[in-house]
């Protein structure tokens, strides 16, 4: 079950090309192994370090430092878990520096260090601090050492309803000197749990939220503002590179990368992570360092996901000085959130995790696995990189050349986000981008793919779905879809349509017809508007039978979970979004809930748009996907046929959990 619902989630709505293909697993390339931990240990991850002599030591959210040994499972295959330190305040980060750990806890960075020689830290030195709050949402992240031997933190925004910076330096990323000193790089951070070096240069990985349309990972150099204002409370004081004031930025609803046209320090994000279709909340990255032990994308980097439990891969090019690249699927069902990320000594992946009190698609509380490579080479696209009139893919093994030359085994699509105050965005301005040619390579490795370089829009995620492409003995790609954002467009060489393996016939009117059909889809929407009343009809002078209110708590959890109504009985019902996500209230006939769900995770690109209400019969009544902090009330009337009836959240990873009944008597 879960396995089916994760290759639906990661596909994001190509199950038919996948039905069809030969058996084609991603088991077969990238296994996952759990390593055991004793039942008395709550090892909810916080922070990940593998030490030189193969232990691996983890920070819990618990306050616990642990150190364990025989993590590969090697001989008897059992692990050996020692706890080297204890009573700190989720720590959500650690650094080993050969004598001592460094560790955050919410207001400082301790150092942890064992004189003795008995395996526990006897000195808890306070090694920097900052102020708190006491607000539930002040994270505080790293340190994380860069190549150089400086090391940076992160501090977290408080959440009041929104994001808030009510102690100094919330919001920003600190260098921290070897000395305790701290000084301010830059801002804009909302939740900023992963972050470190990549090719030399600084990355932090964001999650949705106010001011953020969809996950993203943007490059941090001195001075930048990613995004989020919170932070900006603080860009007056000493020591700050940052010059913008919170009133410098407007909530205009436009993307963000044309905002930043106006606003100078506002960086847009290399990547974006498109929010239900590759992820809902990035967490930790490292860049492939493994030379190859952990298969063939060495120098790319993988993104662990805390909410659904996956990990994706980005792949980078600089173009014309400015980072950008590919977000690809990877590797899903984890078996909990995944918060931190650590290279074995083999080239293996550790993957720390904690549902965090949350939930993520990985069901258990907590969990420490490792990836392991095969050996065996997954047929994948292993790069996309922006040309003058498209992009060329470059795959990890050569392609069929008849099914890579032809025009139906290709779909591409643009999109954007507001950047606005909002919490988070719908998906805006999707354009289908029509393909004009297609040119395989002699040696059957790349494919570039030419559009005319109108149809290229800078700052737009364009999303490549490759589902018809197969190996020469006719498997499928393991992941048929990348998701490149083009903050620039390469220089180079056009294409000359003699060059081209494939000329695209009749590309417009066409493709238009069945790609992101506008017109259709709104008819649909309307007609599917019956079911969402937001006014109490005229009609029921006497006010409803029964008033019903439902509200969110964390966990993705509706605070009732069994209702009762009469039949035909007229029915108001509140629906009140207390949690800090978003979330919708579907009414669904009789056994159809899981059915609902899994459609409300395959609408793609036009998920956001119907707000992940699947157009079914067996949708009965339904919200819109409300905010947090917002509410809103819907009418109905209740079914004439007695039975269970259920309601449930069909925002993409929520319905399974996020589930009621409401039963109707007579
Ligand atoms: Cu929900």
Not at 482 to 508: C, D, H, M, R, W
Request: aromatic share 10%.
């Amino acid at each position: 079950m879960k396995n089916i619902l994760l290759t639906t989630l990661i596909s994001a709505g190509c199950v038919s090309a996948f039905a069809q293909s030969k058996p084609n697993k991603i088991d077969d390339y990238y296994r996952i192994i759990t390593i055991p931990v004793p039942e008395n240990i709550k090892m909810e991850v916080g922070g990940m370090q593998v030490l030189p002599d193969g232990r691996l030591a983890t920070s819990t959210r618990r306050g616990e430092v642990w150190l364990i040994g025989n993590p590969y499972l090697k001989g008897d295959g059992k692990p050996s878990f020692h706890r080297f330190a204890q009573g700190l305040h989720e720590p959500l980060g650690l650094y080993y520096r050969g004598k001592d750990f460094l560790v955050s806890q919410r207001g400082e960075v301790t150092r942890l260090e064992d004189t003795d020689n008995d395996g526990v830290a006897d000195v808890y030195d306070s090694f920097t601090r900052w102020p708190l709050s006491g607000n539930y949402h002040q994270y505080s992240y790293g340190p994380v050492a860069m190549p150089n031997g400086e090391m940076l933190v992160t501090l977290n925004l408080d959440w009041v309803g929104r994001g808030a910076s009510q102690s100094k330096w919330r919001g920003w990323m600190l260098k921290l000197g070897q000395d305790g000193k701290l000084t301010p790089w830059a801002t804009g951070l909302r939740s900023p749990s992963g972050f470190g070096s990549y090719k030399g240069d600084i990355f932090y990985t964001e999650n949705q939220g106010d001011w953020v349309g969809s996950g993203r990972m943007t490059h941090l150099e001195k001075g930048d503002f990613a995004g989020n204002p919170a932070g900006l409370r603080w860009s007056k004081e000493e020591g700050s590179p940052v010059k913008l004031t919170p009133e410098d930025v407007p909530s205009t609803g436009e993307p963000l990368y044309d905002v930043a046209k106006k606003v100078p320090g506002l960086k847009p994000p290399a990547v974006w992570f498109p929010h239900t279709l590759v992820g809902i909340s990035t967490s930790d990255f490292k860049e492939d360092v493994t030379n190859g032990a952990f298969g063939p994308f060495t120098g790319q980097m993988f993104v662990g996901d805390q909410g659904h439990s996956i990990i994706t891969r980005v792949d980078l090019e600089k173009v014309n000085g400015v980072w950008q690249g590919t977000v690809f699927p990877f590797r899903e069902g984890f078996m909990s959130g995944i918060l931190r990320l650590e290279w074995g000594l083999d080239g293996s992946l550790f993957v720390g995790q904690t549902s965090r009190g949350w939930s993520a698609t990985g069901k258990e509380e907590f969990g420490i696995q490792r990836l392991v490579w095969t050996g065996k080479m997954p047929f994948e696209m292993k790069t996309v990189r922006s040309t003058p009139d498209g992009f060329e893919i470059t795959f990890t093994s050569p392609v069929d050349k008849k099914t890579a030359a032809d025009q139906d085994s290709y779909k591409m699509n643009s999109f954007t986000y507001r950047y606005h105050r909002t919490y988070g965005s719908p998906i805006i301005n999707t354009q289908e981008v029509p393909l004009k040619g297609i040119i395989v390579s002699e040696d059957g490795l790349r494919v570039r793919l030419v559009v005319d370089p109108a149809a290229l829009r800078k700052g737009y995620i364009h999303e490549i779905k490759t589902e018809g492409v197969k190996s020469p003995d006719g498997n499928n790609l393991l992941h048929t879809t990348a998701y490149y954002t083009l903050n620039e467009i390469a220089g180079g060489q056009a294409a000359n349509a003699s060059q081209f393996t494939t000329t695209v016939k009749a590309p417009a009117a066409d493709h238009s017809a069945h790609t992101m059909p506008a017109t259709g889809e709104t008819a649909a929407n309307t007609a599917a508007s019956a079911k969402r009343v937001t006014e109490m009809p005229a009609s029921w002078t006497n006010g409803p039978d029964q008033v019903i209110t439902i509200g969110t708590v964390p966990g993705l959890k509706f605070d009732i979970s069994e209702i009762q109504v009469k039949a035909g009985s007229k029915i108001k019902v509140v629906f009140n979004n207390n949690d800090d996500m978003l979330h919708n209230l579907v009414i669904t006939k009789p056994g159809t809930v899981t059915a609902v769900g899994e459609a409300g995770l395959n609408l793609g690109l036009k998920g956001t748009e119907l707000n992940y209400v699947p157009r079914t019969n067996d949708v009965l009544f339904h919200t819109n996907i409300v905010e947090p902090e917002k509410s809103e009330s819907i009418y109905f009337v209740a079914p004439k046929q007695p039975g269970t009836y259920q309601y449930v959240c069909t925002f993409p990873g929520h319905y399974t959990l996020m589930q009621g009944k409401l039963k109707v008597v007579k």
